[in-house]
């Protein structure tokens, strides 16, 4: 699931109590109606027993530091019996009732830990054949052993796809297993080494391979750890995404050679893609068609209004100061305080507004209708409506919404 939940929690005596939660909640987190109830009053009871004091610091971090608050990793028992890799950023929000109370933003990252622990895993391996190299032997020696030792040995036991190459001008290949060459489309060995002419160069998208060639400039150091996200060339002409981890190390022939993991992370990728592509279309048509629309980000606490021309109605409504020229964008606080400032909205309209900005800033959509007076002395009915969309990154929750002046 791709936005994140929404839970506020009061913790006091070293009790962690869940207080509310936003309807996302209980998909992310894998829990049902009769699970939910017996963590209430203990969210412990839902952490895994190795994670609790990684939970526990959550909230001792985000407590100390007010302004940036926490984050972190830990597992959850799910009410089907399974476990869920939950992120959580974590804001303390103050003291009530002899009660502490925070809020916190849900992700279920499982998937992407799955991928980091193979990578992690391949590690050992990256270990293992440099190791081989610290005996003595060349890079150009263990190339033509590949077959009769290493080669084999990497082919059944590393979880990903591995290469060898020089950090030299075109990337010089000396070694690749076989989970690699299938992963690019490839039936032999002698295929790959022919299509890609046994260089880097020649697999890597042209687009990427500058850029980590910027990126690593000078920096091929002996030791050095790097890793990267790029393309890779399929057999097919596609294009694969990938993610690595390698290690630069100096051969017995002092040639600089780097060894790395490689990790298919095309799903990940194409979900990135078409969740940001969406997002911005949308917001570019907004712009771009004047639509009297804003945009909330839950992370920044800011307010973004698309149409800040002198037609649109939130220049009509609110003397926004401190919105920036260019964006558009105001802060939550400096939004709200507009509001209750405004001397075109009376008392039940301000109250029925902040209300809702509230709801908003808990990831809830909202929708209303208020009148404002025009300066005829009529009252103009506008409507607003608002709607939850995932943000560029597994925090950034934000909300979309759009005013509508509706004819009489």
């Known amino acids: ?17 869940l207080a509310r939660m936003n309807r996302q909640y209980c998909h992310v987190t894998g829990e049902d109606m009769t699970s939910l109830a017996s963590i209430y009053h203990d969210i412990f009871r839902s952490v895994h027993v190795d994670d609790a004091e990684i939970v526990r610091d959550l909230f001792e971090q985000a407590e100390i530091h007010t302004i940036s608050g926490s984050e972190g990793i830990f597992r959850r028992h799910r009410a089907d019996g399974g476990t869920t890799w939950i992120w959580m950023r974590l ?20 998937a992407s830990k799955q991928q980091e622990q193979a990578l992690e895993a391949s590690k050992s391996a990256l270990n293992e054949v440099l190791g081989v190299f610290d005996t003595g032997k060349s890079a150009d020696d263990v190339l033509s052993e590949q077959n009769a030792c290493i080669g084999s040995h ?35 060995r002698d295929e790959f080494l022919a299509a890609s002419n046994g260089a880097i160069k020649n697999i890597v998208h042209p687009e990427d391979l500058e850029r980590i060639k910027r990126e690593t400039k000078g920096k091929h150091i002996e030791g050095t750890i790097h890793t990267n996200r790029y393309r890779l060339i399929k057999k097919d002409g596609s294009f694969l995404w990938v993610a690595d981890r390698g290690r630069v190390f100096r051969a017995e022939s002092d040639r600089l050679a780097t060894a790395a993991t490689i990790l298919d992370v095309s799903a990940t990728k194409k979900l990135e ?17 004047n639509i009297d629309a804003w945009v909330y980000v839950i992370q920044s606490d800011t307010m973004t209004f698309c149409n800040t021309s002198d037609s649109g109605l939130i220049s009509a409504l609110l003397p926004l100061k401190q919105r920036d020229s ?18 075109v909205f009376d008392d039940d309209t301000k109250a029925q507004l902040l209300k809702d900005i509230e709801k908003i800033t808990w990831g809830e959509a909202i929708a209303g209708t208020i009148k404002v007076p025009t300066k005829a002395g009529e009252d103009r009915i506008v409507e607003y409506t608002s709607d939850i969309l995932d943000g560029e990154d597994r925090a950034n929750v934000c909300a979309i919404g759009y005013f509508k002046k509706i004819p009489k």
Do not use: R
Not at 7 to 15: F, L, R
Not at 174 to 182: M, P
Not at 273 to 289: E, G, M, P, Q, T
Not at 326 to 343: D, P, Q, R, W, Y
């Open 273 to 289: 893609d078409s969740v940001h592509i969406s997002k911005k279309i949308l917001i570019d048509l907004i712009k771009k068609n």
């Open 1 to 17: 699931n791709i936005l994140g939940g929404i839970a506020i929690y009061s913790v006091h005596d070293n009790h962690y109590e």
């Open 91 to 110: 804001f303390f929000l103050g003291k009530q009732g002899g009660k502490k109370h925070f809020y916190g933003s849900l992700s279920d990252v499982s």
């Open 154 to 188: 990497f082919a059944k036991n590393a979880p990903s796809g591995f290469i060898g190459f020089y950090c030299e001008e075109d990337g010089p290949i000396f070694f690749a297993n076989d989970n690699l060459i299938s992963m690019l489309g490839y039936e032999s």
């Open 326 to 343: 260019e964006t558009g964008m105001v802060t939550i606080e400096h939004f709200t305080s507009s509001i209750a400032a405004a001397n």
